[in-house]
Nanobody, 116 residues
Framework: QVQLVESGGGLVQPGGSLRLSCATSTNLFIIRTMGWYRQVPGKQRELVAT???????NYADSLKGRFIISRDNAKHTVYLQMNSLKPEDTAVYYC??????????WGQGTQVTVSS
């Protein structure tokens, strides 16, 4: 059974920062990428960023420069550092784990609200 444990969401003012964490119980050898997606009501879930076990990162073009994804393989954890947050970044952020067999697993989601 896959367990993705997310943490770090919350309320932040515009211009502020948050760091999300996602820990997996999966053996890293079978993981292709881990990452983050986000979703707002009425819209499709969209890519934020993903990262391979080797550290190669992929970002949504609109978020490059503000969001940084990283990983600590020893802790089986992926992080998303979100800077210069805007109200339009408000969403539920989901951790994803894509395996080498192309199966994908999701965390329970964590709410990020950017508001003054």
């Amino acid at each position: 059974q896959v367990q993705l444990v997310e943490s770090g969401g919350g309320l932040v003012q515009p211009g502020g920062s948050l760091r999300l964490s996602c820990a997996t119980s999966t053996n890293l050898f079978i993981i292709r990428t881990m990452g983050w997606y986000r979703q707002v009501p009425g819209k499709q879930r969209e890519l934020v960023a993903t990262i391979t076990p080797g550290g190669s990162a992929n970002y949504a073009d609109s978020l490059k420069g503000r969001f940084i994804i990283s990983r600590d393989n020893a802790k089986h954890t992926v992080y998303l550092q979100m800077n210069s947050l805007k109200p339009e970044d408000t969403a539920v952020y989901y951790c994803s784990e894509r395996r080498r067999d192309d199966s994908t697993y999701w965390g329970q989601g964590t709410q990020v609200t950017v508001s003054s």
